[in-house]
């Protein structure tokens, strides 16, 4: 099965994408994140209004068989979680993304320079072990 | 050879299979200076010779069955109807492993699921897990989801000076590596309007005991306003309670605990010296997955067909490993199933009546003792269960009056825990104590506090 | 919604099970408000609560039913003996307050068992406190942190795990308030010495080891292993999951182990009870005795009277009263029954047995076995990935063993091997059976290559079909009550 990678996007080491919109970094966890983990059961969102930074674990995803971290790329202010994934926290197995997580203020959005592109992120996978 | 049904014909072909000649060779990595120790142990022995042994040694203790008992401080002697063992002694019940292949233990899940059911309307919860080691480790548990749900944020665990005292030492050493700290039970004084003024931004929860270790009862408007001022204050209340009082009395969930630990063992399980007992853990809902423990859940198979599985697991070591909401891996499964048998066989009306009686003969035997001279009930509060006895003499010397003049043991000496006190006595009154058992009892109080037997005691001892 | 044996749907009001004698004693009033409104427990008759239990049971498996090859689990024949023994009303009906001086039976047990246990594994201490193996971990590690600290070492606070520990080993560490620091196993199975050497310093409490290890070997370094994390100020926490494998064989003790754990409900025979009540004492060294939960059973020689004694230095009590009663004297029964000698054996056609599917296995030639070039000991790690059978996973052979009559192994444990098949006979396996699972095995294999979605399937031949555990997790249904007073 081919994994999707999404080219407008950035992505860490640890499987989240982001995407900027002004200040606002858009966060969610990539295909070959969600592929990993299988039926997705639940999502531990942050909190509202925590401060974050970068790398920071803020949530978890979980499958019937393990738990992902989430880890924020940026420093800031978490804005906004996307409620959906309470009640249907399996749309990030369909549309992983389109599912976006949280959003954050980022207090220096320079830290996206450390994340990777589309290309890199999908060499960086063929060197880990699934 | 005891269990091994390996012939020598056997051995020799699986050998030749491996590719050895002595079994010697599949031990060749074991460094040789260590290798083949002797145990100093006893002489094996057969079924006959350990059955005459086990005989003796269970003689040599004075049980239950030959001597009228009011102990009770954490350990209750109740009716176990024979039914309970017959179900504990089915080989698929007891010789079954945890139901990780649930397709091949629907025995165990649905047994669990029913227990966690039972639990819950016997608590007025929502959730409940399918139990922890015993009520002492319930209530550290609990404040650790405390902790937990509070992210970590709240370090302070207030504990009244009521919860059972070896609950209180259990909490400590639990999390003496967690930098918490637990306050509240500095003196025996320590009342709800006290533990409510310590209560502050710090507070993850505020633990206590209904009945508590006394056997002294709040009621549930006391309970509530507790619930209400804690809540109020940010923190959360964790109430340890008694299962067999809950057939009668207004349940925690009625009066918004958080979270309800309770102590088992009087549902179906014998004192057995201590363990193994049942650690019963009840909780909201909204708090489920901070929780620790397994859980057994409701799902359809690929037929459709309803059956029960664990479910929430990534709470648990086995996949979260050191994030895990505890360590803990296994639950007391066989305890409980012993519980869920009992509440089976006991039903609505049953429990209530063991309630009732345990209510009228208690409260019988504590208005006897009252009225004896030299003793006096210390009952501010209504009681179930359980009473205090302020005594005319170390209790130490009265039990042993009580034992080898009436062949009763008598109540828990609290002068170690509790010694404010003076010289008290707890004492336990139980369905299984017989109206005679109790007036033999109160005689012998009375005597105890005899002149004459004074001499004679001081003497012995 | 129904069920047609869900307990509370067998229910009838006004019906009773047990009856009970009307008070003997004058009446007390009850006040009201202390009263609770309803009580919705079911109402049975015995009759119907035998019928539902018993119905019940022969939904599962267990041990008296079939073969049980789960690695790590030790699941061997649980005695009757020792069933009888632990009910007889001398123990069942003992109060755990009572004047030691009426119960010198029951504590003699305890004695006994604990001096037993020590001489077995080479521990000058034991407590027999610890309800669970996982809680006799906790033991101690927290055993650990306090002779740190009691040493002056207050700056220590790793502790080194091996990559294929079981989860309770890290967990226990985050509980006692310690980062856990994960170590690579080598091509051999065994702890990475060089790994170790370098992450050995002076913030090091010590490391858990499991020996045998969760790959079933020999940890042959492990006297390395100890003298390297003593020099560097360490202690050695040893898992005892795994003794049934060295019992008269090593003993952990003398390998350098300094405390350790036991699992009565493994070596010891007592039974799983479908989860519990299993029994975890802890063992230590002299020098860490005075750290041990308390109380425990020491005997006052003079008076020739056992009596309780908290360690000076206890750690605290760790569970209420002493420990599983109930369980230890299962496990007394046990020792007393098998003497050294009886020990021995029981390791060595344990591992014998291992050693007879871990090379059947590998002629088989439908499952790798990664560590198959050393003897495992009382298990061998197989991997569920059969040559030409792609579509098929670990998950998929364990499901259609089922079918076969066999409880599946222990799968995707440890961590470290992919699709892992741990298997454990122990020595109460008859080879007719032991051949009958390995034909079974051999069987499904070819059932993956030719027929792939007959596994997906699997099983077919059990109470259920697969069961939906995603749906349970994503709609938690914990509990089902009347009048839909439902929970999720």
């Given amino acids: 099965m081919t994994l999707k990678y999404d080219a407008t996007l950035k992505y860490a080491e640890t499987d989240e994408w982001a995407r900027v919109e002004d200040d606002i970094v858009v966060v969610g966890i990539s295909d070959y994140a969600q592929d990993a983990l299988s039926d997705i059961v639940y999502v531990e969102l942050p909190e509202i209004g925590s401060e974050v930074s970068a790398g920071e674990v803020v949530g978890t995803v979980e499958s019937v068989k393990a738990a992902a971290d989430i880890n924020s790329p940026v420093s800031g202010e978490i804005v906004e979680v996307n409620e959906a994934l309470e009640d249907a926290p399996e749309i990030i197995n369909e549309d992983p993304y389109g599912a976006w997580i949280f959003k954050v203020k980022a207090s220096d959005l320079s830290e996206l320079d450390a994340l990777m592109d589309a290309a890199a992120y999908e060499a960086f996978n063929a060197t880990r072990e699934h | 050879m005891r269990y091994i049904p390996l012939t020598d014909e056997d051995r020799q072909a699986m050998m030749a299979t491996i590719g050895i000649e002595d079994i010697d060779e599949l031990f060749a990595d074991v460094p040789a200076e260590f290798r083949y120790p002797d145990l100093a142990l006893p002489a094996p022995m057969t079924e006959m010779e350990i059955m005459r042994e086990l005989d003796m040694r269970a003689a040599e203790n004075a049980n239950l069955r030959e001597f009228a008992s009011f102990l009770g401080a954490g350990a209750y002697n109740h009716f176990v109807p024979a039914i309970v063992d017959t179900v504990l002694s089915r080989g698929e019940f007891y010789t079954a492993y945890t139901p990780y292949q649930p397709e091949i233990s629907q025995g165990t899940l649905q047994a669990a699921f029913e227990y966690q059911s039972m639990v819950a309307a016997l608590t007025g919860m929502e959730v409940v897990n399918a139990s922890h080691y015993d009520g002492s480790t319930a209530v550290a548990e609990a404040a650790i989801m405390a902790v937990n749900i509070q992210r970590h944020k709240r370090r302070t665990i207030i504990i009244s000076p009521t919860l059972h005292p070896q609950y209180r030492a259990v909490l400590r050493t639990y999390t003496q590596g967690m930098a918490l700290n637990i306050i509240g039970d500095e003196t025996a004084d320590n009342d709800f309007h006290t533990l409510i003024e310590m209560c502050d931004k710090d507070t993850a929860a505020v633990i206590v005991q209904n009945p508590d270790f006394l056997g002294q009862l709040h009621t549930p408007q006391e309970m509530q306003d507790l619930a209400d001022a804690v809540h109020a204050r940010g923190a959360l209340l964790v109430v340890s309670t008694d299962p067999i009082a809950l057939g009668l009395l207004k349940p925690p969930g009625e009066y918004d605990a958080d979270i309800v630990t309770a102590e088992g063992q009087g549902l179906g399980n014998s004192l057995s010296f201590g363990g193994p007992y049942l650690g019963i853990f009840a909780f909201r809902k909204k708090y489920m997955r901070k929780s620790s423990g397994r859980l057994v859940g409701e799902t359809i198979d690929a037929d459709g067909k309803r059956g029960y599985v664990l479910t929430l697991s990534t709470r648990e070591q086995h996949i979260r490993r050191e994030k895990a909401t505890s360590n803990i891996c296994s639950n007391q499964a066989l305890n409980a199933l012993a519980a869920a048998a009992y509440l089976a066989a006991m039903g609505k009306q049953g429990l209530r009546k063991v309630a009732e009686l345990t209510w009228h003969k208690s409260h019988y035997a504590a208005r006897q003792i009252d009225q004896l001279e030299g003793y006096e009930v210390m009952e501010e509060l209504p009681f179930f269960k359980e009473f205090v006895v302020r005594c005319p003499r170390p209790v130490a010397e009265i039990n042993r009056y009580l034992l080898e003049e009436y062949g009763i043991i008598g109540g828990y000496d609290l002068s170690q825990d509790y010694p404010s006190l003076g010289n008290a006595m707890l004492l336990c009154v139980t369905e299984m104590n017989a109206r005679e058992e109790i007036d033999d009892l109160v005689t012998a109080l009375d005597e105890a506090n005899a002149p004459h037997i004074r001499l004679n005691l001081e003497a012995s001892l | ?488």
């Fill in chain 3, 1 to 488: 919604m129904k069920f047609d044996d869900y307990i509370y749907d067998l229910s009838s009001p006004g019906r009773t099970g047990i009856d009970l004698p009307d008070p003997d004693v004058p009446e007390t009033p009850i006040p009201a408000e202390l009263l609770r409104d309803e009580l919705p427990l079911p109402e049975l008759s015995l009759v119907q609560v035998a019928r539902h239990y018993l119905r019940l049971s022969q939904k599962n498996y267990a041990v008296d039913k079939g073969f049980y090859p789960l690695g790590s689990c030790t699941m061997k024949y649980n005695p009757k003996v020792n069933e009888w023994a632990a009910r007889l009303p001398g123990f069942t009906a003992v109060h755990p307050l009572q004047d030691p001086e009426t119960v010198q039976g029951a504590m003699g047990l305890m004695y006994e068992l604990q001096e037993m246990i020590g001489e077995i594994a080479g521990f000058d201490a034991v407590s027999l406190q610890p309800a669970a193996g996982a809680h006799g971990e906790f033991t101690g590690v927290l055993i650990m942190r306090a002779a740190q600290l009691a040493r002056g070492e207050t700056q220590r606070h790793k502790i080194l795990v091996p990559d294929s520990a079981h989860g309770t080993n890290p967990a226990s560490t985050s509980m006692a308030g310690f980062t856990a620091v994960q170590i690579p196993s080598d091509k051999d199975g065994n702890v990475n010495i060089q790994a170790l050497k370098a992450a050995l310093d002076d913030e090091v409490i010590g490391i858990m080891v499991t020996n045998p290890n969760t790959l079933g070997l020999f940890e042959s370094q492990i006297a390395e292993v100890c003298d390297l994390v003593h020099e560097a100020g360490g202690l050695v926490y040893g898992d005892g999951a795994n003794l049934n494998a060295i019992m008269g064989i090593a003993r952990p003790g003398d390998l350098g182990i300094d405390v350790m754990h036991f699992n009565l409900h493994k070596t010891f025979s007592t039974p799983h009870g479908g989860g519990g009540p299993g029994s975890g004492p802890v063992g230590v060294t002299a020098e860490l005795a005075s750290f041990l939960p308390g109380p425990i059973v020491a005997l006052n020689e003079e008076e020739g009277l056992y009596e309780w004694r908290h360690p000076e230095k206890s750690i605290g009590r760790i569970k209420s009263f002493y420990g599983n009663f109930g369980v230890m004297v299962k496990a007394y029964v046990y020792i007393k029954m098998h003497g050294a000698q009886g020990l021995r054996e029981v390791s060595e056609i344990a591992v014998l047995n291992a050693n007879y599917i871990q090379a059947r296995i590998l002629q088989m030639g439908d499952y790798p076995v990664p560590y198959g070039h050393r003897r495992c000991k009382h298990e061998t790690v197989a991997q569920g990935k059969i040559p030409n059978a792609d579509g098929v996973r670990t998950l998929d052979i364990a499901k259609r063993l089922i079918d076969y009559d066999f409880h599946p192994p222990t799968i995707y444990f440890p961590l470290i091997v992919h699709e892992a098949l741990m298997i454990e006979p122990t020595e109460t396996e008859d080879k007719e059976t032991i051949d009958a699972f390995l034909d079974a095995l051999d069987k499904i294999a070819e059932e993956a290559r030719k027929d792939p979605d007959l596994l997906h399937g699997a099983p077919y031949n059990a109470p259920t079909r697969r069961l939906d555990e995603v749906r349970a997790a994503r709609q938690p249904v914990l509990i089902r009550l009347p009048d839909a007073k439902v929970a999720t």
